[in-house]
């Protein structure tokens, strides 16, 4: 009496293509590493990166073969990652560029605060703080 586990016995040939592409795909980050792509180098680094994943997860991890419910789990968690990583890289290409921000640093600003503190006050002042 025979019963199936419902394991996936991956060809050697499948296993020994991903494992070059996987190579490939990595020879092909060092080689992108030592070019100048400007602001593509973050997308084209996490493409290449989230394509290896790929790889690994469906091949070596078996989630091709697997129940779909574990790949729409993986598929949930990997868009977030992406919204994540998306706002996250927004805020930073645009840190700085509010209009409420001032000049100097913070040191700048209490050394000013302290020398407001010890100056004498004008005559206006002191005229309108009477009752």
């Given at each position: 009496?025979?019963h199936d586990s419902g394991h996936?016995?991956?060809?050697?040939?499948?296993?020994?293509?991903?494992?070059?592409?996987?190579?490939?795909?990595?020879?092909?980050?060092?080689?992108?590493?030592?070019?100048?792509?400007?602001?593509?180098?973050?997308?084209?680094?996490?493409?290449?990166?989230?394509?290896?994943?790929?790889?690994?997860?469906?091949?070596?991890?078996?989630?091709?073969?697997?129940?779909r419910v574990n790949a729409t789990?993986?598929?949930?968690?990997?868009?977030?990652?992406?919204?994540?990583?998306?706002?996250?890289?927004?805020?930073?290409?645009?840190?700085?560029?509010?209009?409420?921000?001032?000049?100097?640093?913070?040191?700048?600003?209490?050394?000013?605060?302290?020398?407001?503190?010890?100056?004498e006050p004008e005559r206006a002042?002191?005229?309108?703080?009477?009752?």
């Open positions: 009496m025979s996936h016995i991956i060809p050697v040939k499948m296993l020994y293509a991903v494992i070059g592409i996987l190579v490939f795909l990595t020879v092909l980050t060092v080689a992108l590493a030592q070019v100048e792509l400007g602001v593509f180098e973050v997308p084209v680094a996490l493409a290449i990166a989230l394509t290896k994943a790929g790889f690994v997860v469906m091949i070596f991890m078996a989630l091709k073969w697997d129940n789990i993986l598929a949930v968690g990997g868009l977030f990652v992406v919204v994540f990583i998306t706002f996250i890289l927004l805020d930073t290409e645009y840190r700085g560029d509010l209009s409420n921000t001032t000049e100097g640093t913070i040191m700048d600003q209490q050394r000013a605060d302290q020398a407001m503190e010890g100056r002042d002191i005229q309108f703080n009477r009752q």
